[in-house]
Every structure is written in structure tokens, then in C-alpha cells.
């Protein structure tokens, strides 16, 4: 019954036709709405499904996957994963020029980029990746090897080849989302609206749980936010300063959570991902604070002032770089210490203190911003 069930679902996802020929592959629907939006305007591509949502099938498609089957999947460990060579055979037969992908740690991309040889690929990093990301086990179809890989600075140069992954070329330019956000839509204001920002990493399927249950993971994520929100409330009360809350889901969850412990002493901002809620919550505040949001490292490379707060107990969620901008494990009076000395900060100081860090986590050159970049990276293979 279980794999009638199975084989139902797999028939149920599946289209009798082709996928488009172009140029240009997107390798996952998930974030395709971004680089649709900010890089592939007037750029003609495909849009190639990789979470097992949809399965084309055509007699082209069978003949590259009967081929990619005996010659990838029979001879090479590795390679044994039936929809990795579902996925090699939709490649081959769109025969692209670049394939670009906005999910950066998606191993069969990787994988794909080792042995098709016709076209260019480049992973755009999406969010922070750490020792645990890069430490994870291979799966048959899984891959450390990417061609290109446009990321946020050398942090990530670094870090990769600590971690032995192989990355033909590396491309520090940035956060492709904070990048247009400040270089397109951010108006740069002299005054802004809160004092402080609170960035939101709540995630339902963690923070509504038995605490009984909680694994490890769960116990080092959920509770710096619970410590966070015991501290900041506080310091709010205490100093009148006025307080933001970028959510970053829809789920009503999230909303009543914060209401329950802030009440009327923040504004909460709905998440809106496409018209960069957060970053424009973050661009209309002082100061941010945040336990681990990639946007909070995307802002404190525009030059905002930053508190990263890692109350984990665990050394590897640590900011990169110590100093000011970072506080590890600390008690409510080191927590109000921290804070004070950024509000009272000179604003030239702080840019003097922050900019060699900052550059080393977010390599921003905003004469050439990530997704110009990118695009003329785009636009040169295809026109080739």
C-alpha cells in the first residue's frame, strides 16, 4: 500500500511534456522569484523544480535518463541517486549556458555542475553558512565541488577551504538582496523612525514545541531567542527608547508570540519578503539586534550599527569577528552595557571601528552592486 501510495504521488506530479529550451537555467524554484526580480529581467529562462513538486516526462527525457542511468548511476557511488539523474537528463536536454541556482547548499546542483561540461554554474549564497553547514554527510547524488560561488565575503573563502570544499572561483561581492536593497530602494535617511530593531529568527516547528522533546538543535536555537526576549523587553522599559520588530514569517504564531512579551512597547513589522519588509525595517532603525539573522550581516555590512547576540553556549555561533558589535553568553548587565556603548557611539567612530570587519562578512562595492554583477555575468555567457 505504501508504494502504491508513493507511485500515485509521483504520477500525480507528473507532466507529459518537455521542460523549455533556454540559455539560462534557474536550478530551484525556491528563491527564482528574487533572481527573477532583481537579475533575469528581459532574460529569457527556465525555471527547473528540483523538491520533487514536478516531473516531466517525455521520450528525449527517458533517453538521457536511460543514458545518465547506466553511465552515472551503475559505475559511480556517488551518483546513485535516481533524481539526481532525473535532474542531469532535464539539463541535458535543455542545454543551457549558465545554470544559477539562489540555494546555494543544494548538493545535486553541485553535483550536476561536476559532470555536465556544457554549460556555466554559479551558486548565489543565500544565507550564513558556519561549521556545521559545511560538515554535514554526503548523500548518494551529493557533492562538495561548485564551479562558482557568489558570495558575501571572504569570510566564506575562508571558511570554505577550512572545510574542504572545492570552489573553482569565488565571488566576494555580497549580498545579492541587501546589495539591491541599499543600492535601489534605500533612501538613506539622516533620521530614522525606532531606535532599536529587533530581527527575527523565530521558526514555528522549533518554538511551538514540548520543551521535553527538544533536541539539540532545537535547545541551541530556541533558547538565545527566549534569553533575548527576556533582556531586550527590559532594556526597552528601562530606557524608553523606541523598538521594531522585523517578523520573518506570515505565521500569525509569530506575531502573537512577541505581542505576548512586548505588548504596546514595539511595532511589529509583517514580514513581506518581496518588498524587503526587513531590510526596510533595519534601514529605518538605529541599532539592530538579532540571535543569527543573515539580514542583521547584510545591514552591518551597509555600515548599520549591529548587536549579535549568541546566548547558545556554543563557541561556533560566535560573530566571526570579535568586538564591540558581539556578546557571547552574557548577563543582563553586560547585555544593557553592550547597547549603551552603541547608542552613544559617534556614528564616524563606529564606521572607522566596524569597516575591516564589515568588508570581510559583506564585501559590498556599490559602484558594481551584487546583482549588476551577476547580470553581467549572465548576459556575457549568453551572448557568447
Known amino acids: 500500500m505504501h508504494f502504491l501510495l508513493k507511485v500515485f504521488w509521483v504520477l500525480a506530479r507528473c507532466r507529459i511534456c518537455n521542460p523549455e529550451k533556454n540559455y539560462v537555467v534557474v536550478f530551484d524554484r525556491t528563491g527564482s522569484e528574487i533572481l527573477e526580480k532583481l537579475i533575469l529581467d ?4 527556465t525555471i527547473l523544480p528540483v523538491r520533487y513538486e514536478l516531473f516531466y516526462i517525455s521520450p528525449r527525457i527517458i533517453v538521457f535518463f536511460i543514458k ?3 553511465q552515472k548511476y551503475l559505475r559511480y557511488y556517488k ?3 535516481l533524481y539526481f539523474i532525473y535532474l542531469l537528463s532535464c539539463i541535458e536536454y535543455i542545454s543551457p549556458k549558465v545554470v544559477i541556482t539562489f540555494i546555494d547548499n543544494n548538493s545535486f546542483f553541485y553535483a550536476i555542475s561536476e559532470v555536465y561540461e556544457k554549460a556555466i554554474f554559479y551558486a548565489i549564497q543565500n544565507g550564513c553558512r558556519n561549521k556545521y553547514s559545511l560538515a554535514k554527510p554526503l548523500r548518494p547524488g551529493s557533492s562538495y565541488s561548485m564551479p562558482n560561488f557568489i558570495c558575501f565575503g571572504r569570510y566564506e573563502t575562508d571558511l570554505y577551504r577550512q572545510y574542504g570544499r572545492s570552489v573553482n572561483k569565488f565571488h566576494p561581492v555580497g549580498s545579492l538582496i541587501g546589495g539591491y536593497y541599499r543600492s535601489q530602494i534605500s533612501e538613506n535617511k539622516l533620521k530614522c523612525k525606532f531606535d532599536l530593531c529587533l530581527v527575527s529568527i523565530w521558526r514555528k516547528h522549533i518554538m511551538i514545541v514540548n520543551p521535553q522533546i527538544d533536541d539539540v538543535e532545537k535547545f541551541y536555537f530556541k533558547n538565545p531567542i527566549l534569553i533575548l526576549d527576556e533582556y531586550l523587553p527590559k532594556f526597552v522599559e528601562e530606557s524608553g527608547l523606541s ?3 522585523a517578523t520573518c514569517s506570515p505565521e500569525r ?7 505576548r512579551i512586548y505588548g504596546d ?3 511589529i513589522i509583517n514580514c513581506d ?6 531590510y526596510a525595517a ?3 532603525s538605529y541599532i539592530i539586534l538579532t540571535t543569527g539573522s543573515t539580514v542583521a550581516y547584510e545591514a552591518f555590512g551597509w555600515g548599520k550599527k549591529v548587536l549579535f547576540c549568541n546566548f547558545s553556549k556554543d563557541r561556533n555561533y560566535n560573530f566571526e569577528m570579535d568586538g564591540f558589535w558581539s556578546i557571547n553568553n552574557c548577563c543582563y548587565d553586560t547585555f544593557k552595557k553592550q547597547l549603551n556603548y552603541l547608542i552613544k557611539v559617534d556614528d564616524q567612530e563606529y564606521a572607522r571601528l566596524t569597516k575591516e570587519f564589515a568588508r570581510y562578512v559583506m564585501n559590498y562595492d556599490f559602484s558594481m552592486p551584487p546583482h549588476n554583477y551577476i547580470r553581467k555575468i549572465i548576459t556575457q555567457h549568453v551572448s557568447s
Do not use: G, P
Open 68 to 70: 545518465n542511468f547506466l
Open 79 to 81: 551518483y546513485r541517486s
Open 253 to 259: 504564531e509569530e506575531i502573537d508570540y512577541f505581542k
Open 243 to 245: 523598538l521594531c520588530i
Open 265 to 267: 512597547r514595539a511595532q
Open 42 to 45: 528581459n532574460i529569457k529562462h
Open 282 to 284: 533595519m534601514d529605518n
Open 273 to 278: 519578503r518581496l518588498n524587503f519588509s526587513t
